[in-house]
């Protein structure tokens, strides 16, 4: 068999794969959907780079009904409030809410959500309403479907409905999400764009390298502590580019701080809480601190690009 006809009859056999596959999977709602393989396409996995990244867990689930089981290191993730009672008006019974399980570092952007069945453009009972995160996970919400946009942070342990994420109804708004386990008490998120201050998670500060008043699409990073951990969280310079981020100021400097409403922030100049040229600043819980008016040491020069390290501690 010449090269030709043997690379033809593997094309036609692709062809009918695929012609098979799209003929036996139908995704339906409201049914458990087998359909992992297609999530695949989009669940994207991150490079952890935490030393005490937790354990492996099961990484990729298909969506079931109903209530789960809240697993460490893992978020579920409704269509719906599972502790409510849904009445089908056509047959009289009651419907489960689809939910999905995601563990460990992973992200799932628009296409894998609506593969999954979460697509609030079809109806809005299935865009996702209620969310449960496990001990250690970190859920990172977003409004646009490429891990952009607004975000909302979801601390571990929690169960919420999505319509009372701090001052924002998120209920049937996230488009892409991603989630980070970790064992130890605090940890470090993207963060894509400027969010309310009333938006800030309780336990995080959020910070950015330019002011997002005049620059809404200012990016940076989330700073935030595990309330169920400790009451004090400890951010030195290593242990944040350890996560990720490098914010020494070379290419990326700190220019703008907001604190959630639960924690006062001390801002360090040095790597290790320390402090060099100028004595560290504070700020209280719900506040916001532009860097750049903000004087530093004695030479007329300000902060922007200056901190280093930061101290959270609960209020």
């Not at 496990?134 to 409905?161: E, R």
């Not at 969010?195 to 950015?208: F, K, P, Q, R, S």
């Not at 390298?209 to 699409?217: D, V």
Request: net charge negative; aromatic share 8%.
């Amino acid at each position: 068999m010449s090269d030709i006809e043997s690379k033809a009859n593997i094309e036609e056999t692709q062809q009918m794969d695929q012609s098979s596959f799209r003929r036996i999977v139908r995704p339906v709602f409201g049914c458990c959907l087998a359909i992992s393989a297609l999530a695949a396409i989009a669940l994207t996995s991150s490079n952890p780079t935490v030393a005490d990244v937790a354990a492996p867990q099961m990484q990729l689930e298909v969506v079931k009904q109903g209530k789960q089981p809240i697993r460490d290191g893992c978020a579920n993730i409704y269509g719906s409030d599972p502790d409510q009672i849904f009445i089908d008006p056509d047959t009289g019974l009651r419907v489960l809410t689809a939910v999905f399980t995601i563990c460990d570092d992973r992200s799932l952007n628009g296409v894998a959500l609506s593969a999954l069945g979460f697509d609030q453009k079809k109806d809005i009972d299935i865009g996702m309403t209620y969310v449960e995160t496990g001990k250690g996970c970190w859920l990172t919400l977003y409004d646009g479907p490429n891990f952009n946009g607004k975000s909302a942070v979801i601390s571990p342990q929690t169960s919420m409905h999505l319509k009372h994420v701090g001052a924002r109804n998120w209920n049937d708004l996230t488009r892409s999400l991603t989630t980070r386990a970790s064992t130890g008490d605090g940890v470090a998120l993207y963060l894509s764009h400027r969010v309310a201050l009333g938006t800030v998670n309780d336990h995080c500060i959020a910070l950015y390298n330019a002011n997002p008043e005049l620059q809404p699409k200012a990016d940076g990073l989330y700073l935030c502590g595990d309330k169920n951990q400790s009451k004090e969280w400890k951010f030195q310079l290593y242990d944040i580019i350890d996560q990720g981020f490098n914010i020494d100021g070379t290419h990326f400097g700190i220019k703008y701080i907001m604190s959630g409403r639960k924690v006062k922030v001390t801002i360090y100049d040095g790597p290790n809480l320390n402090a060099l040229n100028s004595a560290p600043l504070s700020m209280g819980g719900h506040e916001t601190l532009d860097l750049s008016i903000v004087k530093y040491g004695s030479e007329g020069q300000h902060w922007e690009d200056k901190a280093k390290s930061f101290l959270l501690i609960e209020v």
